[in-house]
């Protein structure tokens, strides 16, 4: 579980499928900018490298990491994107306020996900300072945004496999 044991950005020797027919949503908080650009632009570069079409990717941005999941159920109501990820940092204050957005967040993503039985990626940074950040957007930990990335293509990928092998072996009429 702990982040500190893994780069972010090395998937070892894990076969990442082709993601040529699929169309990925991103939703991108503009808080902590400077880091959600890196994990958009670590995101949006791990997709094109495993061959999404930079036409089949549609981004848009929220004022926050709370309004993730609004922006998120957007893409998903709107559009026909086959799964979404959702970028954002939240750092720890002397508030309670890092608690509640987290918890909102992680809740809304996961509530999406069955609502819409389709993949909605968690590419959130939730640490207790900016430099634990900085390592996590392309620091010395890797990119969150490109783990999200190839997330999103292995759930859309595992969830076109089982709908198309279902269909295969029992046709509708
Ligand atoms: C208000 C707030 C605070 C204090 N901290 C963060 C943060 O670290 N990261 C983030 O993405 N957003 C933060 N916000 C903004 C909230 O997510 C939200 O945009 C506002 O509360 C308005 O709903």
Known sequence: ???????????????????????????????NKEITDALFQGAKQTLLKHE????????????????LTLGAQNLLEYTDVDAVIVLGCVIQ???????FICQSVTQGVTDLNIKYNQPVIFGVLTTNNLEQAQERCGGKLGNKGDEAAVTAIQMVYTQKQ???????NFPID
Do not use: C
């Open 93 to 99: 204050g002397d508030t309670r306020h890092f608690d």
């Open 1 to 31: 579980m702990a982040s500190s044991l893994k780069n972010l950005s090395d998937f070892g020797n894990m076969e990442i499928p082709n993601g040529s027919d699929m169309k990925i949503g991103i939703v991108v908080a503009q808080w």
């Open 162 to 168: 089982l709908r198309d092998n279902y269909l295969e």
């Open 52 to 67: 999404v079409k930079e036409d089949n990717i549609i981004s848009i941005s929220v004022p926050g990491t709370f309004e």
